[in-house]
């Protein structure tokens, strides 16, 4: 099992930025990539972004592309998450996840199942 601490979220004016961190600790060895996921109010969690652990490959949902990325640290096992001009609609509670699945025909990064742990969440509120 792998347990994963997110930080760094927080009240914001829209445009500003923000960058979560997610430090995995415990069985980090059989990890294949990593995601973030986020929750509005009344919403379903949905995807954000996620990142291959050992190639780097990178995949973000629409609504966030060419003003997120993420990254990972090998060595600190750590994943980010770094948000630029951000939106009112940006305010969620995101969560960081870890999967062990590998790359298949049937693997869709964008489903929260495909991943085994999960953060406890942080708090982003961007405000207009």
């Known amino acids: 099992q792998v347990q994963l601490v997110e930080s760094g979220g927080g009240l914001v004016q829209a445009g500003g930025s923000l960058r979560l961190s997610c430090a995995a600790s415990?069985?980090?060895?059989?990890?294949?990539?990593m995601g973030w996921f986020r929750q509005a109010p009344a919403k379903e969690r949905e995807f954000v972004a996620h990142?291959?652990?050992?190639?780097?490959?990178?995949y973000y949902a629409d609504s966030v592309k060419g003003r997120f990325a993420i990254s990972r640290d090998n060595a600190k096992n750590t994943v980010y998450l770094q948000m630029n001009s951000l939106k009112p609609e940006d305010t969620a509670v995101y969560y960081c996840?870890?999967?062990?699945?590998?790359?298949?025909?049937?693997?869709?990064?964008?489903?929260?199942?495909?991943?085994?742990?999960w953060g406890q969440g942080t708090q982003i509120t961007v405000s207009s």
């Open positions: 990142i291959r652990w050992s190639f780097g490959s990178t």
């Open positions: 996840a870890a999967g062990t699945r590998y790359w298949s025909s049937t693997y869709d990064y964008r489903q929260a199942s495909q991943y085994n742990s």
């Open positions: 415990g069985r980090t060895s059989s990890t294949t990539a």
